[in-house]
Structure formats: structure tokens, C-alpha cells
């Protein structure tokens, strides 16, 4: 590679990174259309099915919500990488520059003494005992030649692969900005989706709704803990769990906002990561990455600072606090909040602590 692709190869990675802002965004294909209004005469829906619906759009909002954080996650560790590769490939440059000033200063001095160079000079002479004590110094200039053209190879290799790895990661980057935007669409989607179907109800209907909410999350705990499971949990917190337990805790009343991570709201991972970040345990953003990466452990053997996992696609994920109950950001219009431990379908439970 010559120096003038490398220098625009540098300067594309380090102009592209000042690019990276959450305003820019890809164009969008043509909406969807609307869902087509009931046919005249079609039941009503009841506010059971209301509830089923409205359950339904925020659960989809709630894995949406996973994938942004996760493309947000590697957009931002991708333009960290960006960065330090494009650091390493003007430094590359700079050492190239280097090698070839000192490869030119040899070469000069080679053309001033017809061709040959200070130490081929000194060798031939008709003098033995000075060509003894040159030869040396000639096997020693010739070795320094073979090392300066074997270093500026190698840097001109290195530059190379800096600049090849950042044209890979700028690709991941621009792909992942792209799910990132889709991610957020959607997000939107639904939850405006859920929300004009509330604003629909009588005043009477949301309140009747929000009852049926908790009769739903009520018979599902009653079910969990028919089982006998509060016998089996006989789990203590560790010390870092208890930290964490006192943290989620200590946020209840706080507003869920999807894709926040504290200090006024939250969405449900935001508030485990941050909960066990301050406990002094670094965990994965989502709850998704939260119950892949993280050691599992049975329900039984569950201790207060555990994650409880809610829902096939790990798409919500609760603090366990002990007595059955569990620390939560629901969902939006919702604030954190003590629920049931078994108030929702559990997948699983990940312990943090290593």
C-alpha cells in the first residue's frame, strides 16, 4: 500500500468516527399501513383481549428494545476500536516516514561514494591490517540495511492490516447503526400501538384493565407459589448481592424508559446491569446476553441478587429480593416495582456473582 492510500484510509476512519451520532439515521422503507378498521357489526373486543393485545405489543417493544441496546452496546465498542486503529495507523505512517528517511540518508551516502558504501571503502584498501578491523564494520553496515528494509516491510505490513481492520469494523459499524435505527422504529411502533389502544377506554375501562393486569400477574404468582416453592429457597445473599438488592430497590418509583440505564429511569436490564455494577460486578446490557452469558442456577437454589429471566425470547428480566418477591422495571407507563417472583412466565435464573 503507498502512502497516499494509507493517508486516506487514516483520514476516512477518523473523519468517519466524528459522524457517529445518534441523529443520523438511514432512510426507512414505506411504512406500514394501518391496520384495517373492524368490519361494521363485528363484536367489540372484550378488555380481557384488550389486556392480551396490549400485553402482547409490549412484549415485541420489550425485544426490540434488547436488540437496540445490543446494537448500541457494539456500535459504541466498534467506534472505540475505530479510534484506536486509526491512532495505530497514523503512528504507522509516522514510523514509515521514519525507516524511510533513514533508508534515503544510506542510500545518499552510498551514491557519494560511487556507489559503494562508507565501509566498502574502508575495506578496499591495500592496507591487511585495515581491512581487517573494516570488515567487520562492513558485515555490520550491511546487516543494518538488511534489518531497516526487513522493519519498514514490516511496518508497511502492519499499516496495511490497520487499515483493512478498520474498513471491516467501519462496515459492522454501519450495520449495526442500521438494526440500531429498525430496533428504535419499532420500539416506537409498538408502544404507540399499545398506547392508542388504551387511550380508546373510558376512564372506567383503563382503570378495569390495569385490574386485570394485576388479577393475571396475581393467579400466575398464586400458581408459583402453590408449587412449595418458598420451602426450597433457603438461598442467603452474598455481600454483593445484597449491594445490588439495595440498589434496584432503593430506584422503585422511578419511571421505565426503554434503553435507559439510570440515575432517573430505567428499562429492565438497565436496572440489573447498573445494580450489579454498583455492587462492583460488571454484567452484560441485555437481558438477552444477561441469561446467555451469565451461570445459571435451578429456581431452587435462587438467592436474593439472582436474575430471574421472564418469557421464551428472554425479553424481560427481574431482580429476585427473597420472600418470592422480585425488583423490576415493567414496562412503559410503568415504574420500578416490587412484583412477584412467578408473576410472569420464568425462563430461568443467571447468577452474576462468579
Not at 134 to 147: E, F, M
Not at 173 to 184: D, G, M, P, S, W
Not at 304 to 332: C, E, F, Q, T, W
Amino acid at each position: 500500500m503507498n502512502r497516499r492510500r494509507c493517508a486516506i484510509a487514516a483520514i476516512t476512519v477518523v473523519s468517519a468516527v466524528t459522524l457517529l451520532s445518534p441523529l443520523s439515521s438511514p432512510a426507512y422503507a414505506a411504512p406500514e399501513p394501518p391496520p384495517a378498521a373492524p368490519p361494521a357489526g363485528a363484536p367489540k373486543k372484550t378488555l380481557e383481549e384488550v389486556r392480551k393485545e396490549i400485553d402482547a405489543l409490549y412484549r415485541k417493544a420489550a425485544a426490540a428494545t434488547d436488540a437496540y441496546n445490543l446494537a448500541e452496546e457494539q456500535t459504541k465498542q466498534q467506534s472505540a476500536e475505530i479510534v484506536q486503529l486509526a491512532r495505530m495507523i497514523v503512528a504507522g505512517q509516522a514510523k514509515i516516514e521514519e525507516l524511510k528517511t533513514h533508508a534515503g540518508a544510506a542510500a545518499r551516502a552510498q551514491y557519494r561514494n560511487g556507489g559503494l558504501p562508507d565501509g566498502a571503502q574502508l575495506v578496499l584498501t591495500d592496507d591487511p591490517q585495515l581491512f581487517l578491523d573494516n570488515a567487520g564494520r562492513l558485515k555490520q553496515g550491511q546487516k543494518a540495511t538488511k534489518d531497516l528494509l526487513g522493519e519498514l516491510n514490516r511496518a508497511q505490513g502492519e499499516l496495511t492490516a490497520y487499515t483493512e481492520e478498520a474498513g471491516e469494523n467501519w462496515t459492522k459499524l454501519e450495520a449495526n447503526r442500521v438494526k440500531q435505527a429498525r430496533a428504535k422504529k419499532e420500539i416506537n411502533d409498538k408502544i404507540a400501538a399499545a398506547k392508542k389502544l388504551e387511550s380508546e377506554l373510558a376512564a372506567e375501562e383503563r382503570a378495569r384493565l390495569l385490574q386485570l393486569e394485576e388479577d393475571a400477574q396475581y393467579r400466575m404468582q398464586t400458581t408459583w407459589l402453590s408449587s412449595g416453592i418458598l420451602k426450597e429457597l433457603n438461598g442467603k445473599a452474598t455481600e454483593q448481592g445484597r449491594k445490588a438488592v439495595q440498589f434496584a430497590t432503593a430506584q422503585i418509583g422511578k419511571p421505565y424508559v426503554w434503553g435507559a440505564e439510570g440515575p432517573g429511569s430505567y428499562d429492565c436490564s438497565g436496572l440489573t446491569q447498573r445494580a450489579w455494577g454498583v455492587a462492583g460486578q460488571n454484567i452484560p446490557r441485555t437481558s438477552q446476553e444477561q441469561w446467555r452469558l451469565l451461570p445459571r442456577v435451578e429456581i431452587k437454589d435462587m438467592r436474593p441478587g439472582d436474575l430471574i429471566v421472564y418469557y421464551k425470547d428472554a425479553s424481560h428480566i427481574g431482580m429476585y429480593v427473597g420472600n418470592g418477591a422480585m425488583v423490576h422495571a415493567p414496562r412503559p407507563g410503568r415504574n420500578v416495582t416490587l412484583a412477584g417472583a412467578g408473576s410472569m412466565e420464568i425462563l430461568g435464573v443467571v447468577r452474576p456473582e462468579r
